[in-house]
């Protein structure tokens, strides 16, 4: 088979292949034919043989035209372009020309910037100086307002005054630093000027405190701040610091005196409390409401006053008011001085009515409560005004008077006692009078024990108390029993002085005197158990044997047996020990002679009848040892056994 004549022809198939993408028409035609051809179909519209023929010159043609194109769009570039070149050339030629004549201004110039440069030096210079200058101003110079806040006339103080004050017054001491320096002419220059203002403010401050100062006089005045601050402040001038004090002292002196006489004459607001004087018929109650008010009229002054001499940093609740650790010892003293001025006008109103108190009839229990009172009162008063101050001194003075006037009553009492003597009752019980005064010392007694002073404040004056009372007590007993046997005289001291112990027995501060009465109770009871052994023996039918033996006892060493005194046989033995025997078996009902039976204390008889029991277990067990012990007459009893018996 013979091959196509298009196939055959070698375009063709070069063709073919470039549409096919040079690989024998196996493949797709690449994209730069494709866009070739799609270039070529724009102005290739018919596929003639002509067409094909003037191709290449048609192609020819579309680039001439295309370059035609172009080139006439970049005249109209080159022409913009030139124009620019132009113009940049006049810019390049104007500032040459600038150039010149600027080196040409720069030549002409140079001197004046130099003199420019040195100019601005110096005003840097000069500029820190400047502020060096204000610095040293602000440091040791006072500003226009601050100089008016403190020489300013006419006007009350305020916090501009104190905070200009304070800036002068370290001004002042900084200026002391000047003086180590070679700027001394100026330190001196300041300091001169600063302490001239200073004492100007310092009279203006004084002045403005001492009236302040008088205006303090109410009743309860508020804490000024301000006036805390100018106390403060007046602390580097002690001199118008005393005038001030002195000043303030004053007003409060009037203020206290005023609220005093109001408390004593009308009372609080609209009645309440009522008024003091309402209650001077109760002595007790109206002495203490008046200590109470003053007591508390020191405090309030003492916390006014403590306040008006801290630190007003430190016033401000950070403290606590009236606190005496708080304060130095030169303010403590300044505080106690200008207190004591000001409570010395109740001195006189209180002295009065207290006198007045102690003067009429009051009884004596009143009397002792009334120093009591003002014992503790002293020392509450002397706590916060000091002991020295008038008030403690007045308060002290007065509880003397009320002692003076308590043991001056215990005198007159004693000489009444001692003055109407009556015979001891038959029963030989203490008199009425002992029971009386006993139960005045009594409340006595108790008002001291129930004291809120302390305890050994009232020990020598309660001692002097127990004696004034129980001395005359005691000697009004004794004249009672002076015409009575011995034995009645011991029985009746016996019970007086019982019934005074068992007074005393109720107070822990009374022990000193009853061992005291305890002594004397030993005494009369040795007495009595002296009478109740005779009582025994008498009783027992042993009284003569026993005389007998005392006497053999009191016989020189060359006496005879004992067996061989009269009285001392065998049948005298054996009777008086049947007697003896017969007076053990009813020794628990009819023991006590009848003095004994009088005792009113039981521990008393129990006392005398033991101490009596033992004196005869002795007597009898001398008598058995000395007339031959077990084989003796008295074998049958021995004392051992007799002891039990009588238990």
Known sequence: ??????????????????????????????????????????????????????????????????????????????????????????????????????????????????????????????????????????????KEEERKALVASGRDLTDEFFAAFERARKIHEDCKLLLRTNQQRAGLSIMESMSALQEVAYERLYRWTQTACRGLSADLPEHPALLCRAFHVLRARPVLLQYCLTELGTARRNSVSRAFIEALTRGGPAGVPKPIELFSHDAERYTSDMLAWLHQCVASERELLCFLLSPPTEAQGRRRFGDTRLLSEEDNARVVATLDQAMEAACRPLKVRVDQVLSTDVDLVTLFKIAGVLQFYFTTISGLAGETASLSALVAELRSNALKSCFDALSIHANTLLAKVEFPPADLSPPLALGASLDTLRQILSTQDAAVSAHEVHRAELAKVLSCVLDPLLSMCALCSSKLAPAEVAVFMLNCIDRIQSCLALFDFTEAKSQQLSQQCTEHLQMLVGEQSQHLLRRCGLAETFAVLQAWQAMPPSKPPLSSMPGLDAASLSAALGRLDECVASLGHTQASPQCDLLLSTRHRQTVLRGAVDSLLHLYTTLYTQLGGPTGPLARRPPEQLATLMQ
């Open 1 to 142: 088979m013979e091959p196509r004549k298009d196939e055959a022809n070698p375009l063709t198939r070069k063709l073919s292949k470039i549409l096919n993408g040079g690989d024998g028409g196996r493949g797709a035609p690449s994209e730069d034919v494709v866009e070739a051809l799609r270039g070529l179909s724009l102005f290739f519209k018919k596929n003639t043989k002509r067409a094909r023929t003037n191709l290449r010159g048609d192609l020819e043609k579309k680039t001439l035209t295309v370059s035609e194109e172009f080139l006439t769009a970049f005249e109209t570039v080159h022409k913009k372009l030139d124009a620019v070149h132009s113009d940049i050339q006049a810019l390049s030629r104007g500032c040459a020309d600038m150039n010149e004549r600027l080196q040409a201004a720069r030549a002409d110039t140079r001197q004046l910037i130099q003199q420019t440069s040195s100019l601005q030096q110096e005003a840097r210079a000069l500029n820190v100086q400047g502020e060096v200058l204000d610095m040293f101003l602000d440091q040791f110079m006072l």
